[in-house]
């Protein structure tokens, strides 16, 4: 025969305790599953500056034949890293082929009427991306940390060659 306590708990101690167990579990579950917005990639930002960087060097190569050099280096780099940062979006964020790319193209631009307009342009476009890439190295990923440590210097070394 059952004791009157145990008669009256709907509940067992044992359930009870598997209920309690159970409760972290589901609250891992159900947050994992949530349709909450994800950030967006801090790189997609980093490439479309790059693209727009090399649009701007590109223009102010076609403009000023003093700096088409230095200026079509700055275009050529700038386009690899748009395109290295481009593949690292893609593969940690896989896409449709279908779908348009993740990285935006640039509106066109005009370079700078004087080459001292252009050159100090170009300078602070690099010093820009710089900067960017080089907060977010701390917090990134082991290989995402050498692609933006990378990017920082390249833009560091271009920009000690505009002078």
Do not use: W
């Not at 500056?49 to 700055?74: F, M, N, R, W």
């Not at 935006?104 to 602070?124: I, N």
């Amino acid at each position: 025969m059952e004791s009157p306590s145990r008669a009256r708990s709907v509940l067992g101690r044992r359930s009870v305790l598997r209920l309690f167990a159970a409760v972290p579990v589901a609250a891992a579950l159900t947050s994992a599953c949530s349709s909450a917005p994800e950030e967006p990639d801090p790189l997609v930002a980093l490439a479309a500056a790059a693209k727009s960087d090399a649009q701007l060097a590109k223009a102010i190569a076609q403009a000023h034949s003093g700096l088409a050099d230095t200026a079509g280096e700055v275009a050529a780099v700038r386009s690899e890293h748009a395109a290295a940062l481009e593949r690292e979006v893609d593969r940690v964020n896989p896409r449709d082929p279908e779908d348009p790319p993740s990285v935006p193209e640039p509106a066109p631009q005009q370079a700078p009427s004087s080459a001292g307009t252009a050159t100090k342009a170009l300078r602070d476009a690099l010093t820009g991306a710089q900067d960017r890439a080089a907060q977010l190295v701390p917090g990134a990923e082991p290989y995402r940390a050498g692609l933006l440590g990378s990017v920082a210097a390249s833009c560091a070394s271009l920009r000690e060659v505009l002078g």
